[in-house]
């Protein structure tokens, strides 16, 4: 058996959003936690845009300054960039985080509550309740009681512990650039284009304080690579105009799971959040609200088992129940890896042009649904 150099209550795997929520929900109800992550610290290498819907501003406490102006348009454009449906909300609809200050302000809160953060420490291998850890000292031995997986789509964790993984994935890359006050107002433009963004979208979010310009698509159906098609879209996008785009840029991709939530996210010995649990929407490929929805509820489990001794609670973490609501989403996400070639994609943006073509795409863009639902 090999020996363990620490005890802790719950040892979690990656501090990314749903890592340092599940973290620091538990260490505030009193449990040990220590959070490992292999980056060095959290302002790099991060993979995401960073857009927050309404309804996780609403429901979870994001720090203010650390959040761009509220964006209410959206603007759709065929591959052909004529005649773009454009949709206004009478609301803030959402607003792009700035990363960086906000993970380094979300790991400060859960060192606070009492999360021991090891940053530039991997997860390497787990043999039964002693998981290992590579950090700058050299390996490490940490027996816990429950471990997280929240090490993302290709979640390390969930082959260790024989949970589902994802298998259905795409991959998506943007740059980053700080552009001048006083442009046109905040937008979230969207391009439907296969030969740019093959199977999903190609965006543009100027919040008129930065501006991303990404694509997002299946790996192997990007003709000349993500990187290419990056560029290739940065010459023609939309929402830009009067934008001077610096030689240096920052650049962010990975990848997204849009299989819906797995199925088997729990055993005695933990449970998945976040992307590792496939908790990403599988049409919008949104995952900020899911996983920390999902990690909530995570953290609300772990702590009944904690309390109660025994590993019980976890069987109610069941990603097939909760699967169900993401039946429609992966419908539609079934039909929009379909849209193989421009004219089919011109063809299905002519639905977005009837009332209740705009009216779906409003719902989608606007509504109040989110994953999972409250209780
Ligand atoms: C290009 C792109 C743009 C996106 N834009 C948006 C958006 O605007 N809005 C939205 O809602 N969703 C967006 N998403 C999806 C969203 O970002 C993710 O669903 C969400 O960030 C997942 O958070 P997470 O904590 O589960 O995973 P991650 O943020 O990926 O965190 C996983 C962490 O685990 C660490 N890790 C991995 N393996 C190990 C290991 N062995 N040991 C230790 N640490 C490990 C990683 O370094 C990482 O820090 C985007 C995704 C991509 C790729």
């Not at 009492?114 to 050299?138: Q, S």
């Not at 650049?251 to 990403?280: E, F, Q, Y």
Request: aromatic share 6%; glycine share 12%.
């Amino acid at each position: 058996m090999t020996a363990a150099h620490e005890t802790v209550d719950v040892l979690v795997v990656g501090a990314g959003l749903a890592g340092l929520h599940t973290a620091t929900v538990l260490a505030e109800r009193g449990h040990d936690v220590l959070l490992a992550e292999r980056r060095p610290g959290l302002a790099g290498a991060i993979r995401t845009t960073g857009i927050f819907v309404r309804k996780t501003l609403d429901d979870f406490p994001l720090p203010e300054d650390c959040l761009g102006p509220p964006i209410r348009r959206v603007v759709l454009y065929p591959p052909s960039l004529r005649r773009p449906v454009i949709l206004d909300s009478d609301r803030d609809e959402y607003r792009v985080g700035d990363m960086a200050p906000l993970y380094e302000a979300a790991a400060r809160r859960a060192v606070e509550a009492g999360v021991r953060l090891a940053l530039g420490t991997r997860y390497a291998g787990r043999r039964a309740d002693v998981y290992t850890l590579e950090g700058p000292e050299g390996p490490t031995r940490v027996r816990a009681r429950y471990v997280v997986g929240a090490d993302g789509a290709r979640s390390r964790v969930a082959r260790d512990l024989a949970l589902d993984r994802n298998d259905h994935l795409l991959v998506g890359g943007e740059e980053v650039f700080e552009v001048p006050a006083g442009g046109d107002p905040p937008a979230f433009h969207c391009v439907l284009d296969p030969r740019l963004a093959p199977g999903y979208l190609a965006w543009v979010v100027n919040d008129g304080r930065h501006a991303h310009v990404g694509v997002a698509g299946y790996a192997d159906r990007f003709p000349d690579g993500l990187r290419r098609a990056v560029q290739r879209f940065g010459a023609t996008a939309p929402g830009l105009d009067g934008v001077h785009r610096p030689a240096e840029v920052e650049r962010r991709g990975g990848p997204i799971p849009v299989g819906g939530l797995l199925r088997r996210i729990s055993c005695p010995r933990g449970l998945l959040v976040g992307d590792a649990a496939g908790a990403v929407s599988p049409l919008t490929a949104g995952g900020l609200d899911p996983c920390l929805r999902l990690s909530a509820r995570a953290a609300d489990v772990l702590d009944d088992a904690l309390r109660a001794g025994d590993a019980t609670a976890l069987e109610h973490y069941d990603g097939a129940a909760l699967r169900a609501s993401f039946r429609g989403r992966l419908a539609l996400r079934r039909g929009l890896a379909q849209v193989r070639t421009p004219a089919v994609a011109a063809a299905a943006f002519g639905l977005l042009r009837t009332p209740v073509g705009a009216a779906a795409a409003r719902r989608i863009l606007f509504g109040d649904r989110s994953f999972p639902g409250p209780g």
